[in-house]
């Protein structure tokens, strides 16, 4: 547990989890490698064991993941070799930890997509601690998105939660709203939607266009030669027309010379048919 330098690729080893079957990336802390995470009676580093002077009578104290603040024993050993087990019910990762004596000690992380970094849960217990973050949560929870053929990436986790706006200067009618990768829109009855129509003069949604509900509810592809994305929802309000559920598509294409967004347009095929278009230098 000396402080020594760890090679970049121990640290991805050590704190990204993959499918053993698709080899799709399950969870990825590395952005919290290291973090020392305080609570009232434990603490914790995440995928790394480090010194804690508490846990032995020794002036160098002892290495583990997971310790007491007062003077406590070990409470958790990292073992890059653990796979963490999905809770859907609670929407969490949970490692078991040797802790010695044939006992196992829980980290569980919680999906949260509003804790952009972490944190604890409740008090903290020798047998488990419950950590919420935003890493917790599915890649298309935190805005990043790979292609069918898992050739290309869309990281738009820098630009989760904003919103979009789209104004027609020769129809005043209606304005668009689009909150990226959240519900962040309170349409009638106080419903928390991801994309609306805007009535201006009735000031109401009209309608409503599409929920965001993490992997669920839409297509994804991905056009190489216009390098633009195409998400296609499918779970927007029933239109009255067709009875069926309106209709969103949002198209984002590749811009170098747009740093964050520019809405450029959007076209209402009918009341039940909707599309942006985008662009940003996110899409290349």
């Known amino acids: ?4 330098t ?7 080893n050590q704190c990204i989890w993959y499918d053993n079957e698709t080899n799709a990336t399950l969870l ?16 914790l580093y995440v995928c790394q064991n480090s010194n804690y002077r508490s846990c ?18 070990v409470a958790g050993m990292f073992d890059p070799s653990v796979q963490p087990t999905f809770d ?14 044939n006992a196992l000690t829980e980290v569980r992380w919680v999906c949260d997509p509003d804790v952009l970094t972490y944190t604890v849960i409740g008090l903290a217990q020798v047998s488990y601690i419950n950590i919420a973050s935003i890493y917790a949560c599915p890649q298309e929870i935190r805005c990043i998105f790979n292609d069918p053929d898992g050739n290309n990436v869309l990281d738009l986790s820098d630009l989760s ?32 939607v ?25 297509d994804l592809s991905y056009d190489d030669g216009m390098k633009q994305w195409k998400f296609a929802y499918f779970n927007g309000e029933i239109c009255e027309q067709t ?37 940003s230098s996110y899409a290349c």
Not at 163 to 181: A, G, I, K, P
């Open 56 to 73: 032995s009578s020794s002036s160098t104290g002892c290495c583990a993941m997971y310790g007491g603040t007062g003077s406590s024993n």
């Open 6 to 12: 760890v090679p970049n690729d121990i640290v991805e």
């Open 28 to 43: 990825d802390l590395r952005p919290l490698y290291g973090t020392y995470i305080g609570s009232t009676a434990y603490n």
């Open 243 to 279: 009875q069926m559920n309106t209709t969103f598509n949002i198209y984002w294409t590749c811009n170098e010379t747009v740093s964050n967004w520019t809405v450029t347009d959007v076209d209402s095929i009918n009341d039940c048919d909707f599309a942006m278009y985008i662009d």
């Open 88 to 101: 859907s019910v609670n929407n969490r990762w949970i490692f078991e930890y040797s802790r010695g004596n």
């Open 194 to 218: 991801m994309a609306i129509r805007w009535n201006i003069s009735e000031q109401q949604c009209d309608p409503y266009l599409a929920v965001f509900d993490g992997f669920n509810g839409y």
């Open 161 to 192: 939660g904003a919103l979009l706006r789209y104004n027609d200067d020769e129809d005043l009618t209606y304005s668009f709203e689009y909150s990226l990768c959240r519900n962040n829109i309170i349409c009638n009855n106080n419903e928390a």
């Open 1 to 4: 547990c000396d402080n020594v």
